[in-house]
Each structure stands twice: as structure tokens, then as C-alpha cells.
């Protein structure tokens, strides 16, 4: 079987839309993907997915924008600003954690940080088992740790939850409970299509932890890049650190860049179940598969310009391609969540205003309170994976 690997944006970008191609980047993952909606295909992808998106809309990003990330943010970083310094990476992760939690479905009964930390650490193990294609982990041991995660996180969250929304639907069916009362997450979702869509427990269980794990993962590694990106920029431009907080243009250009340099997974992978052409004309055969270069499509220089692998908030791009390339992937599975963290830009014509999305909004809260690289305490690599993943990014706040 061939293995083609694409490094040219446009390649991706046509790949991404092949109608023949199937997710094939997380068969080493099985234990917390298997079944997810990233890795189904065809008809089953397209049932479970257009159910899913009706969560993701302009009104719930609205929702949260104004009314739950300004106190996610404050409860996070007000007690580090006050402390004078803080690491990037759990503060994050934290901010994103609650809230990531919300849009899953998983209910919090104590509301403490304990808990937080709790749901914080499970999360942390599953994006560990999911990437465990670029993990230098021995795979056994980690596959042990992240089924021992999933029984403990059933006990301490998903059980509860579940039992709560399958007690709601009892009385919603009778009539108790108003559809209005019912909660707007993705595991009241899947509890009420589980009949439709054949969903068993252990399914559900996995999409809510996925869901958990691609919310919280990807936006605290995306937070930490554009931290360590705007830093960078600000050596050179120092004045452009109060313009990141004054103009909500500049700072979401800034947070597009860094996305686009940093991909959350450096590559996609696809499988051929149908022969399919590629744009350069190679013909995949059924079983071929196509490893997708996102960090070097996203350095395209004939699209980003010479200096593409450079941070420069100030690049002109054509109008067909999203500033954050192909950071949050293409076609039937692009990211669901991607107007949530990388925002949505002013709409002349209905004149809807620009909402910012998650990343940016800590980083302005970071950056007004302060915040800068600790001089004594230079950002460290996680030891534990090959990508490039800030595993401490230390601040202090002046
Ligand atoms: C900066 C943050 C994020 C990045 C860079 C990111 C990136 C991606 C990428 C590249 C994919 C497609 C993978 C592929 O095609 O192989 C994807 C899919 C997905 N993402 Fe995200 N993501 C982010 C945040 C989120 C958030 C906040 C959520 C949910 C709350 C989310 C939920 C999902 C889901 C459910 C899918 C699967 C969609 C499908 O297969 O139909 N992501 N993401």
C-alpha cells in the first residue's frame, strides 16, 4: 500500500475535501477514539455530526463570550496575577477545563477547584491517550493508564451526568420537564438520539471524554503559542503590546498566527476506502493513505510569502484561505469547535460584531494583567511528546 505524504497548502486543502478518504490518524488512539465522531465515516459521520452542530452557533458563542469566559478568565488569573507570577499552561487549561466540561456535558456537583483540578487531570490523561501516535510513551503502559483514567472518570463525573440526563428525558417524556429545562451539551444530545443513532454506553462515554479532551487540549496548547508568540513580537515592536489590548483586530491577527504555525497535530492522515485522484493527479488506490503536512502546508510560501515561517500578525493573505491555514482541518471533519476558540470576524453586512474567540480572550487577560516572560525561569518542552508542546511556560506579572 502507498503512503503519499502532501506538503503544499493547496494539495491539503483538496485532500481535506476528497469524498473517498477516511480519518486514519488515530488507530493507535482506539482506547479513548474508537467510534468518535472524528473517526466515523460517511453516512454514520454525517448523522452524528449534523446532531452535534447544532450546539455550535453563533448564539452559543455569543453566550459564551459575554456571559462565562470573562468570569472563567477572572476566577483563573486574578489569584495568579495577584500571586505575581504563574505557568501558562495550567492556568489555561484551567480557565478552558469548566468550560469545556459544559459544552461536553459533564456536570460538576462540588463547583470547587478541587474538583477542577480532578476533571483537569483526566482530561490530561485522555489527550495523552489520543495522541499517542506522537507519543515516545512505552504504548501498553499508557494504554493501561488512560482505561484506569476513563473507570475513575466514569465513577467521579460521566456516571452522574448520565443518570442525570437519562432521569430528565423520563420525565421530559411524561411531561415534568420542558424542552427549555433540558441542558444544551453534547451528552443530552447523545442520550436523546442514543436509540436512533445505536449508540451504546461505552460510545457515549468516549464521544463526552473526546469532546473533553479536544476542547481543553488543543485551546490550552493554542494559548500557550500565542503567548509565546506575542512575546516574541513584542521584542521587536514593543509598542505593539498596547495596541494587542486596544485592537480586537490586531490581537485576533496575532492568536491566527500563531495557530497557523502550530497546528495542534503537525499532521492528518487519511486511507483511501474509494480509488481517488489527488490534485497533482495521483491516483490512490483503495487502502493508500495520505499523510496531510499541516505545519509544512501552513508554511506554504507561495501562499504565506517568503517569510512564512516567521510570526508576522501583519502578513496579507489571499481571501480564500483562513489565516490559521489549516490548523483546524477541512472538509466533512473540520473542527467543530473552531469559531469558539479562534473567534468570528465582524459581519459588515448584518452588522454582527466581531466575537474574539477562547484563545484570545486569555490572552488579553493575560496581557492586562501583566503579564511577561519570567527572566529566572525560561519555558520548557513536555519531555513526553515530539510535537513542539510547551509542558511549562513560567510568566510573571508586572
Ligand atoms: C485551538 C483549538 C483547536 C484546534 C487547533 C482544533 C483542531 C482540530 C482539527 C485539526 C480537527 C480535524 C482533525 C482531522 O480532520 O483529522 C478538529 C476536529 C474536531 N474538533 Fe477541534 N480543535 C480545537 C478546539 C476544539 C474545541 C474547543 C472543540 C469543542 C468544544 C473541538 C472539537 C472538535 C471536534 C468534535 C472535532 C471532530 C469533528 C468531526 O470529526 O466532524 N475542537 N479539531
Known sequence: ???????????????????????????????????????????????????????????????????????????????????????????????????????????????????????????VKFSEGATAVHS???????????????????????????????GLFERFATGEVAEDDLPRDVLTVLVRNQDSLDLPRDVIRREVAFYMLAGMHSTGAATTHAVHGAFGWFDHHPDDRKRMLDDPVFLQHCVHESMRLHPASPVARREAVEPATLRDGTEMKVGDTVVMDLWSANRDTEVFGADADRFNPLRDIRDDVPRWGHTFGGGRHACIGMELDGGVPADETTGAPILLGTVALILRGLLARGAQPDPDDPPQQDPNITRVWWGRYPVVFR
Open 136 to 166: 515516545t510513551r512505552d504504548p501498553a503502559e499508557l494504554r493501561a493508564e488512560v482505561v484506569e483514567a476513563l473507570e475513575r472518570w466514569d465513577e467521579d463525573f460521566f456516571g452522574p451526568s448520565l443518570a442525570r440526563r437519562t
Open 1 to 123: 500500500m502507498a503512503e503519499i505524504t502532501l506538503t503544499r497548502f493547496d494539495e491539503v486543502r483538496d485532500a481535506y475535501r476528497q469524498k473517498g478518504l477516511k480519518q486514519a490518524l488515530y488507530d493507535a488512539a482506539g482506547v479513548i477514539m474508537a467510534d468518535t465522531v472524528l473517526t466515523l465515516w460517511g453516512d454514520e459521520h454525517r448523522r452524528r455530526r449534523r446532531l452535534e452542530n447544532r450546539l455550535f452557533r453563533r448564539d452559543t458563542f455569543e453566550h459564551y463570550e459575554r456571559d462565562l469566559l470573562p468570569v472563567a478568565v477572572d476566577e483563573v488569573l486574578d489569584p495568579a496575577a495577584a500571586s505575581g507570577r504563574g505557568d501558562v499552561v495550567p492556568l489555561a487549561r484551567r480557565i478552558v477545563v469548566n468550560l469545556t466540561a459544559a459544552a461536553a456535558g459533564v456536570d460538576r456537583s462540588e463547583g470547587t477547584p478541587a474538583e477542577t483540578d480532578r476533571l483537569y487531570s483526566y482530561a
